[in-house]
Structure formats: C-alpha cells, structure tokens
C-alpha cells in the first residue's frame, strides 16, 4: 500500500509539474514580459529545471515499480504488495516513453535550439535568417512536451 501510494504522489508530482511550467509558467512569461528575448531565456531555465525533475521522477518511479514485482512483497518491510504484470508493464511503458520524451527534447532539441539562439545575437532568433529552423524545433519539443504531458495524465489515472 505504500509503494503504490508514493507511486502516485511522485506520478502527481510529475505532472503536474509539466503542466505547472509548460502551460501556466511559460506562456505567462510571455503574455507578461515585453521583453521576448527575456521570457524565452526564463522559460528555458524552468523548462531545463523540468527536464532534472523528470528525470529523477521516471528514475524514483522505475525503483518503485521494480520494488513492486508482480506476485512479490516489494523489498520494503511490511509492504505487502501484489501488482498485475499486465498493469505493472503498461506502467513501465509510459514511465519510459516520458524518460524519452524528456531525454529526446532535453539533451536533443534543446541544445539545437541553445545554439540558433546563441548565434543569432541581442535582437533574439526570431529576428534573425534562424527563424524557421527554431520554429520547427520549437514546434518539434512543443510537440513531445504535449504527448509527455497527456501521458502524465494516463500515468496518473493508472495508479
């Protein structure tokens, strides 16, 4: 019983979370600031800052599920635990598919996207010849962020 309720806190956690910086944060920044160039380099801090939680939240929640066997007692004492393999490895699944979605716009996209804002000077990206290729990446990681962010919430539901 307690493995299964510390899944779903750190599964809660998790997203809302996602949801918190990628669709209240964000685009407050921007609605907000004048300066664009300053609300993209603070979204992208908090996105980055998401991207750690989300990983150490797909690890927490991996230890979880292999401390919860199917048919075993969990490795904590008095943890009686019994969960469906069935079950057990649909959660695996959408735990890793939302390691991946982190580790694809995290380590892939984002350090594309670092790079066209670097080289494209004060005047920021969108003013300058790197504007289609950031809006494609942005589109991209936008993209991956909503799939993560609608598995979140089937992570959730499946605890």
């Known amino acids: 019983m307690l493995?299964?309720?510390?899944?779903?806190?750190v599964a809660t956690l998790w997203a809302?979370?996602?949801?918190?910086?990628?669709?209240?944060?964000?685009?407050?920044?921007?609605?907000?600031?004048?300066?664009r160039v300053l609300a993209g380099?603070?979204?992208?801090?908090?996105?980055?800052?998401?991207?750690?939680l989300s990983i150490a939240c797909a690890l927490v929640m991996l230890l979880l599920l292999w401390a919860t066997k199917p048919g075993?007692?969990?490795?904590?004492?008095g943890s009686a635990v019994n969960m469906?393999?069935?079950?057990?490895?649909s959660l695996l699944i959408i735990v890793l598919v939302m390691l991946a979605c982190t580790?694809?716009?995290?380590?892939?996209?984002?350090?594309?996207m670092a790079s066209?804002?670097?080289?494209?000077?004060?005047?920021?990206?969108?003013?300058g010849a790197a504007r289609n290729q950031f809006g494609i990446l942005h589109g991209i990681s936008s993209t991956i962020y909503l799939i993560q962010?609608?598995?979140?919430?089937?992570?959730?539901?499946?605890?």
């Open 3 to 9: 493995l299964a309720r510390t899944r779903l806190l």
């Open 149 to 159: 962010s609608l598995l979140a919430a089937w992570l959730v539901l499946k605890q």
């Open 72 to 77: 075993t007692q969990g490795i904590f004492a």
């Open 84 to 89: 469906a393999a069935k079950a057990r490895r």
């Open 16 to 35: 809302g979370s996602l949801w918190a910086v990628g669709y209240l944060a964000a685009p407050t920044l921007f609605a907000t600031l004048s300066d």
């Open 41 to 52: 380099t603070i979204a992208g801090n908090l996105f980055t800052n998401q991207a750690w």
């Open 103 to 112: 580790l694809v716009s995290h380590f892939g996209l984002q350090p594309m």
């Open 116 to 127: 066209l804002r670097a080289a494209a000077g004060p005047g920021g990206v969108m003013e």
